[in-house]
């Protein structure tokens, strides 16, 4: 994913929470506020938590949150050693079919590394 594409993600990404939560749907308006909430810190600290939300969507298979919690785990200060500890994890748990997840992961960490890139606004996946 190149610098570009780092940026478009994050665009896109704020573009269109922002017209969904323009919507008058209190469903969806407090299916956001809750993963918002959820993402805070509390007995777990949002390192931690941030670190979950990336084994489960590399478990769940879901590129788009994957990029969105390696930003995440990046901007709360989670290591290379520590990114490579959560692949494992979510490698090991999801099996091999999260194998292409994990090149799209480590991918987009090695562009954030490389352009610098801050990481998208906190939660509203």
């Known amino acids: ?8 993600f994050t665009d896109f990404r704020k573009r269109m929470n922002e017209r ?3 919507e008058d749907n209190q469903v969806v308006r407090r299916f956001f506020a809750l993963d918002t909430q959820t993402y805070k810190a509390g007995a777990l ?9 990336l084994v489960a969507s590399m478990v769940l298979r879901c590129d788009d949150c994957i990029a969105y919690h390696v930003a995440q785990c990046k901007e709360v200060g ?3 050693d520590e990114f490579f500890e959560i692949f494992s994890v979510g490698l090991v748990v999801g099996g091999s079919i999260v194998i292409p997840h994990l090149r799209r992961a480590v991918d987009f960490l090695d562009q954030l ?3 610098g890139t801050e990481a998208p606004p906190p939660h509203e996946h």
């Open 1 to 8: 994913m190149s610098e570009d594409r780092v940026k478009q």
């Open 20 to 22: 969904i939560l323009a």
């Open 45 to 53: 600290d949002v390192k931690t938590k941030e670190m979950l939300g």
């Open 78 to 80: 989670v290591n290379r």
């Open 113 to 115: 590394e490389a352009a």
